[in-house]
C-alpha cells in the first residue's frame, strides 16, 4: 500500500516518528507541497495524508487510487468532501489534536494583553525600573481578570477547555453554543443568547467555525451592544 504525507512538517518537524504509518506500507513523507505539485506527488498512492494542501476535483479526478484521505487537523475545509463522498473516499479529520494548546495560547493572548507582559519585560531589562524613583513600576494600564466575564463563542472542546482556565483565574464564563452541556452549568458557567453574552462580557473570546452563520458576526451593530472597553480576541 503506498502513503504519502503532502505537508507533514507542521505536525512533524522532526521530533516525532512516522514509523506508525510506515507500518503499513510505503510511506512517502514532504515537507510541505506546493499547489502546482499535489497530483505529481499524490500520484497511485491509496491513502494521502494532507495538513493544509487542497485535495480538490481535479486531484481526485487525477489521482484515481486515492481510497482514503486523513486531514492532519481539526478543519476539513481543504478537502472536497462531496467529491469525496461521490467517490466513496472516506475522509477523517483530528478533532482533538490542538485542545489544550489553543486553550493555553487563548489565555496566554489574554494575559499578554492584560498585562503586557513582553513590553514590561523588555522595558525592565532596558533599566528602567532600576531607574523608577518609586519601588512600583509600570509603563501601561493593568487589568486583574479575577472577577471579569468572560464570553466564549462556540462552546466545543477549545471552548470549553478554556472555560476551565478562565475559571480557574477567577473569572466567570458565559457561553454562547447551538447545544448545551447540562453537565457543564455551574455558579460560574451559564449558557446565554449571543445579545447576553455581548452585552455583559469583559472579554469576549471566539471559538467558532466559519460559517455562514458566523460570518460578520463582530458586525457593527454587534459591537454596539458590547461594554466600553470590551476585549476581543480568538
Known amino acids: 500500500m503506498k502513503i504519502v504525507v503532502l505537508d507533514g512538517y507542521a505536525l512533524n518537524p522532526g521530533d516525532l516518528s ?3 504509518l510506515e507500518a503499513l506500507g510505503e510511506v512517502v513523507v514532504y515537507d510541505r507541497t506546493p499547489a502546482d ?3 505529481e506527488r499524490v500520484g497511485d498512492a491509496e491513502i494521502v495524508f494532507t495538513n493544509k494542501t487542497v485535495i480538490n476535483k481535479e486531484v481526485f479526478d487525477a489521482c484515481s487510487a486515492i481510497k482514503f484521505i486523513g486531514v492532519l ?3 476539513y ?3 472536497d468532501v462531496s467529491v469525496a463522498k461521490g467517490k466513496g473516499i472516506p475522509v477523517t479529520n483530528i478533532p482533538t489534536y490542538g485542545t489544550a494548546a489553543v486553550s493555553q495560547i487563548t489565555i496566554a493572548l489574554l494575559l499578554e494583553v492584560c498585562h503586557h507582559i513582553g513590553e514590561h519585560s523588555k522595558s525592565v531589562l532596558n533599566g528602567d525600573w532600576a531607574n ?10 493593568l487589568i486583574e481578570l479575577a472577577g471579569k466575564t468572560l464570553g466564549i463563542i462556540g462552546f466545543g472542546r477549545i471552548g470549553q477547555e478554556t472555560a476551565k482556565i478562565a475559571q480557574a483565574l477567577g473569572m466567570r464564563v458565559l457561553a454562547f453554543d447551538s447545544y448545551e452541556v447540562e453537565a457543564l452549568k455551574s455558579d460560574t458557567l451559564q449558557y446565554v443568547s449571543l445579545d447576553e453574552l455581548l452585552a455583559k462580557s469583559d ?4 471559538h467558532c467555525p466559519l460559517f455562514e452563520s458566523t460570518q460578520g458576526m463582530i458586525s457593527k451593530s454587534n459591537i454596539a451592544k458590547m461594554k466600553d472597553g470590551v476585549i476581543i480576541h480568538r
Open 203 to 206: 472579554v469576549i473570546s471566539l
Open 73 to 75: 487537523a481539526t478543519g
Open 77 to 79: 475545509n481543504v478537502v
Open 132 to 141: 523608577c524613583p518609586d519601588w512600583c513600576y509600570w509603563n501601561s494600564p
Open 18 to 20: 512516522w514509523a506508525g
Open 37 to 39: 505539485q499535489t497530483i
